[in-house]
């Protein structure tokens, strides 16, 4: 009896250790419940209202880096959009209507920032994009960047400490104001800014935008462009717009390069000019007294 009762204790231990304790351990003959689920891959997206001591046209996961705005930068992130393509859609390049709805939004979220047309001051905005790798995988944002510049006539993007939100609302040191210009035989070199109250030929009145007007068509027409700054000269001096405003001013303008308008920058800066004598005060109101004809 105790020799059959040991018997079926053996018995007993081995059915347990088949029923449960080598099961938990072991394979159970479904290879791939026991995985876990594999994340889907996510598409690397620039995060915004953030600060880059390098300026990258072409951004990728693998370069991206971002320093807090109070530290020394390049460029600050103040928008990333979202382009509407298809899967198959070809990555924009400059003069597609893509990319110049890309820039309109820039261009609109820039004003927010700033506090006014970025083309009234020293600052300079520029779309990034994903690597067409990137875009081959799916990536369909862009970024947009703001800068400050050197001068006018140098936009290259220049060092600076501190966010440019609100940079324009006040008087800031941004904002183009007057000049004088240098001319070497009669061809304006550079504008250099002086003080307005410091002796000057030239003044900023404002910029405008050519939205008509192919690249091709717009370096042909300078007499048009020439209208519409006089238009915007007499308006800033409250003179009249007249046969008699030649007498009173000139203008010279700065229009996008060709790379910026082909993207979908159209905005053309002006300045009041004063060929036949120095200027001591800033134009804003002079009316005609302030500016006489002569």
């Known amino acids: 009896m105790r020799r059959c009762l040991g018997v079926l204790a053996l018995a007993s231990a081995v059915a347990m250790l088949l029923s449960g304790c080598l099961r938990a351990h072991g394979p159970d003959g479904d290879l791939v419940d026991d995985w876990p689920a594999m994340r889907a891959p996510t598409i690397f997206v620039p995060a915004t209202d953030t600060c880059q001591a390098r300026i990258f046209t072409v951004v990728q996961a693998s370069t991206y880096q971002t320093v807090p705005c109070s530290r020394t930068h390049l460029a600050e992130a103040i928008h990333v959009g979202t382009f509407t393509a298809a899967p198959s859609a070809a ?30 001051a020293r600052v300079a905005l520029n779309i990034a994009l994903p690597s067409k790798a990137a875009w081959a995988g799916g990536a369909r944002w ?29 008087d800031s040191p941004l904002l183009h104001r007057c000049f004088d210009p ?29 939205r008509d007007l192919s690249w091709a068509a717009f ?14 000269i007499a308006t800033f001096a409250a003179v009249p717009d007249d046969s008699e405003l030649p007498y009173r001013a000139g203008s010279i303008f700065y229009p996008p390069s060709r790379r910026e308008w082909e993207e979908g920058d159209r905005g053309v800066r002006c300045f009041l000019w004063s060929d036949d ?5 800033s134009m804003r109101g002079a009316g005609p007294q302030g500016l006489p004809a002569i």
């Not at 600076?160 to 609302?169: E, Y």
């Not at 370096?219 to 915007?232: F, G, K, N, S």
């Not at 004598?277 to 005060?281: D, E, G, N, P």
Request: aromatic share 4%.
């Open 91 to 120: 990555r924009p390049e400059p003069g597609r209507p893509s990319l110049r709805a890309a820039r309109t939004e820039c261009d609109q979220r820039a004003r927010e920032v700033l506090g006014g047309d970025w083309h009234a």
């Open 142 to 170: 862009f970024r947009c960047d703001l800068s400050e510049t050197d001068s006018i006539d140098n936009t290259r993007p220049i060092n600076r400490t501190g966010s440019l939100r609100g940079a324009m609302v006040g």
């Open 182 to 210: 240098k001319l070497i035989d009669e061809n304006l070199n550079y504008m250099a800014p002086v003080l307005c109250s410091e002796p000057h030929r030239a003044e900023f009145v404002g910029a405008y935008t050519e």
């Open 219 to 232: 370096t042909a027409a300078a007499d048009q462009v020439h209208r519409r700054c006089m238009a915007l």
């Open 277 to 281: 004598r120095k200027l001591t005060r």
